[in-house]
Structure formats: C-alpha cells, structure tokens
C-alpha cells in the first residue's frame, strides 16, 4: 500500500480518535457499519442527533415488530364461522302442544277379563280407523291401552295420531310401544313419519331405515324418498363446517407455536447482541506473554478497533511463539517484534482479515500460538494451512 496513502488513513484514524463526531458524517456511514460488522464499541457521538442505536439494532427490532403485526392481523382476520342456511324440500306442521295423552300402567296384572275387555276395545277402535272417525278411535285405542297396555295399541294410536297431525303425541306413543317391543316395525314407522312431518329429517331417516329393514312396505320407501335428501344435505352441511372449525382451530394453534417460536428467537438474538457487545468492551489487544508482543498495542489497534485485532486473538497472543513455530518465526518475537516485521501488511491484506473473522481459523492459530508441536495437527486443513504459510512469509519466515 503506498506509504502517503497509510500516512493519510492514520491520519483520519487519529482523527477519529480524538473527535468521534467526525464519524456522524453521512458520507462516513459505510465506514461505520463496518465498524459495527467487526463488533467494535463505536462511541455514541459517531451517530447523528436522535440515533443512538447502531442500525443493526434498530433494523432487528423493525423486523420483530413486523413479525408481530403480521401475526395479530392474521389473527384478526379469523373471524367466528356463520353457518349458511340448508336449503330444504319437504312440508312441516306446527308442533302439537297439548297435554300427554293418557299412557298404561305396565306393571298392573292384566287379568283375562281385561284382557277381553281391551281386545272389544281394539275391534272398535279399528273399525272407527276405517270409517275416519278419529277421535272416537283415539277414545277406543286409549281404553284399550288402559285395560292392556301393548306395543301393538300404543303403535296404532301413534298412526291415529299421525292422521290427525299431531305428530309430538305419535311420538310418545311410538315410544312406549318400542319399550315395551324394541323390534316393532310399526312403532319405528310411525315415529318416523311424526319425525318427517316435524322436520327432524335425520332421526326421520333413522327411524324408517330401521323400520323398513324388520318389515318393508311401499308407504315406508314412499316417506324415505322424500326426506333421504334433506338428511344427506345436513349431513354434508355438519361435515363441511366442522372442517372449518377444525381447519381454524389448527391455524390459531399453529399462530401460537409460530408467535412462541418468534418470541423465543428473539429473545436468543437479543442475548445473543449484548453478549456480542459485552465481548467487544473487554480490553483486549496483544498483550505480549513471555518473549512475544509486550503490551500488545496499548489503547487497541490505531483507529478505533478497541479490544484488539477485531474477531481474533482474544486475549493476546499469550507467551507469543515460545521456541519459534516450526518452519519460522524462530525464536518468537522477543521485544514486541523485530524491526523488520511491517504489520501493515497484515492489517492491509484482506484474506487475512477475512481469516481472522473464522473460529475454525483462529481456534487452530491459538492452538499453535499455545504449542507450536501442534502445527502439523493443522497442516491438512485447507483453511489453515494457507493463513499460517502467508503469515510466515509476511513475518519474513520460511515459505
């Protein structure tokens, strides 16, 4: 590097020094983020009125604060589900509301006479059926299901009721018959046609399908045909929202574990920074060991690299190299370095700097700074063995 060209930059360097504002120069920002790419403690009054972050700093925390609104406005848009309407073929009737009919004592003994009794009832009851006189035959049914209380009378009043629409009463009775004969394909069939008629189409498909499976008849395929198709669509309806229940149950879980993860990475970088900082206040330099550099560079490298050459010899290069490396610097560098050593090629020699930046590299050199006898552990690594042989020749040892 030519000599006026050195004599300038250590110039400016001291400059620095002495009056760190000089740094707050806009056209100098490329220098101080280069500065702060090497984690060096740049002072505050290099930084402009109002800015006494680095920009490193300050872009994370944008990044953070990104991330965060992203995740509420994600979050914000997931807006409760409203079901649509199912569009539905078929008539209702209006609910029946009136009082229980009268239902059988089950446990009572039903002696012959009234078994007698509820069989005249039965007769006439039926013969009122088919003459359409429907109260009598709900008087006549009831009078038999008092006297013996039977799946078969419970069925038949329930298919009185039926006729009558009053389909909550057919219910009841369709019920008390299934109790008392869980395989009455009646009691199925007119509770599912009173389920039809109040617009329960599933329970209606239930009941019929298993009434037409003991004893099919055309009346029974004629009822199934008309609320099979109300069923399937409030089937597919349930299916379809429950999947976007389940699928926006998933992505709140999800935006929890991505919002955790952001949070705990954050908190990683941010200890991460400050021990960087903390790293890059600690006094540093070259202090010289036994035979080496003696006093290291006093105040950090001329120029504003305080703690020593940036990203390497942490600490100094303790003992220097006692007994000289194998292949040169013989003898270590007693005094602090020989005359003819000429530092500015190191510090001007961009691969060196860039090597004194890598662990890997600066881990092997304090290995062989420690003991030299450890230089051949490091001669097949294509990294090191590089650095250490321009060291050497920059030194004015053997190539």
Same mark, same amino acid.
């Given at each position: 590097m030519d000599a006026a060209k050195v004599k300038e930059l250590?110039?400016?360097? #001291?400059?620095?020094?002495?009056?760190p504002s000089?740094?707050?120069?806009?056209?100098?920002?490329?220098?101080?983020?280069?500065?702060? !790419?090497? =984690?060096?403690?740049?002072?505050? #009054?290099?930084?402009?009125?109002?800015?006494?972050?680095?920009?490193a700093s300050v872009v994370e925390e944008s990044e953070e604060e990104e991330q965060r609104v992203e995740v509420e406005e994600k979050e914000e848009e997931e807006d409760e589900i409203v079901e649509s309407d199912i569009e539905l073929e078929g008539d209702i009737v209006e609910a029946d509301n009136d009082p229980p009919q009268k239902m059988g004592d089950s446990s009572t003994e039903v002696t012959d006479e009234k078994r007698e009794a509820a069989a005249e009832a039965k007769? /006439?009851?039926?013969?009122?059926?088919?003459?359409?006189?429907?109260?009598?035959?709900?008087?006549? !049914?009831?009078?038999?299901?008092?006297?013996?209380?039977?799946?078969?009378?419970y069925a038949t009043r329930a298919s009185v009721y039926i006729k009558m629409k009053k389909p909550n009463a057919a219910i009841r009775d369709a019920t008390a018959a299934l109790e008392i004969n869980p395989d009455s394909a009646k009691g199925y069939k007119t509770r599912g046609m009173a389920h039809a008629m109040l617009g329960h189409w599933e329970e209606a498909v =239930?009941?019929? =399908?298993?009434?037409?499976?003991?004893?099919?008849?055309?009346?029974?395929?004629?009822?199934? /045909? /008309?609320?099979?198709?109300?069923?399937?669509?409030?089937?597919? =309806?349930?299916? /379809?929202?429950?999947?976007?229940r389940r699928e926006r149950e998933e992505r709140k879980v999800e935006r929890v574990r991505l919002r955790r993860r952001a949070e705990a990475q954050a908190a990683y970088e941010k200890a991460k920074k400050e021990e960087q900082s903390s790293s890059s206040e600690r006094p540093g330099g070259m202090p010289g060991g036994a035979g080496g550099m003696p006093g290291g560079f006093p105040g950090g490298m001329p120029g504003g690299f305080p703690g020593g050459m940036p990203g390497g010899f942490p600490g100094g290069m303790p003992g220097g190299f006692p007994g000289g490396m194998p292949g040169g610097f013989p003898g270590g560098m007693p005094g602090g370095g020989p005359g003819n050593v000429d530092f500015s090629k190191i510090l001007n020699d961009p691969e060196l700097m860039a090597a004194f930046s890598d662990p890997e590299v600066m881990a092997a050199l304090q290995d062989v700074m420690k003991n030299p006898a450890n230089l051949a552990q490091h001669q097949a690594n294509p990294k090191v063995a590089p650095i250490i042989a321009k060291m050497m020749a920059k030194f004015g040892g053997p190539k």
């Amino acid at each position: 590097m030519d000599a006026a060209k050195v004599k300038e930059l250590k110039q400016f360097i #001291d400059q620095c020094k002495s009056n760190p504002s000089v740094l707050a120069d806009p056209s100098l920002s490329f220098f101080r983020d280069y500065l702060e !790419s090497l =984690h060096a403690k740049v002072p505050p #009054d290099a930084y402009r009125e109002g800015k006494s972050e680095p920009r490193a700093s300050v872009v994370e925390e944008s990044e953070e604060e990104e991330q965060r609104v992203e995740v509420e406005e994600k979050e914000e848009e997931e807006d409760e589900i409203v079901e649509s309407d199912i569009e539905l073929e078929g008539d209702i009737v209006e609910a029946d509301n009136d009082p229980p009919q009268k239902m059988g004592d089950s446990s009572t003994e039903v002696t012959d006479e009234k078994r007698e009794a509820a069989a005249e009832a039965k007769a /006439k009851a039926m013969e009122a059926i088919s003459e359409g006189k429907l109260d009598e035959a709900i008087e006549l !049914s009831t009078e038999a299901i008092m006297l013996n209380p039977s799946a078969i009378m419970y069925a038949t009043r329930a298919s009185v009721y039926i006729k009558m629409k009053k389909p909550n009463a057919a219910i009841r009775d369709a019920t008390a018959a299934l109790e008392i004969n869980p395989d009455s394909a009646k009691g199925y069939k007119t509770r599912g046609m009173a389920h039809a008629m109040l617009g329960h189409w599933e329970e209606a498909v =239930h009941d019929l =399908h298993v009434a037409s499976k003991i004893d099919f008849d055309e009346e029974i395929a004629a009822v199934l /045909k /008309k609320v099979e198709p109300n069923a399937l669509r409030i089937e597919e =309806h349930r299916r /379809k929202y429950d999947r976007l229940r389940r699928e926006r149950e998933e992505r709140k879980v999800e935006r929890v574990r991505l919002r955790r993860r952001a949070e705990a990475q954050a908190a990683y970088e941010k200890a991460k920074k400050e021990e960087q900082s903390s790293s890059s206040e600690r006094p540093g330099g070259m202090p010289g060991g036994a035979g080496g550099m003696p006093g290291g560079f006093p105040g950090g490298m001329p120029g504003g690299f305080p703690g020593g050459m940036p990203g390497g010899f942490p600490g100094g290069m303790p003992g220097g190299f006692p007994g000289g490396m194998p292949g040169g610097f013989p003898g270590g560098m007693p005094g602090g370095g020989p005359g003819n050593v000429d530092f500015s090629k190191i510090l001007n020699d961009p691969e060196l700097m860039a090597a004194f930046s890598d662990p890997e590299v600066m881990a092997a050199l304090q290995d062989v700074m420690k003991n030299p006898a450890n230089l051949a552990q490091h001669q097949a690594n294509p990294k090191v063995a590089p650095i250490i042989a321009k060291m050497m020749a920059k030194f004015g040892g053997p190539k």
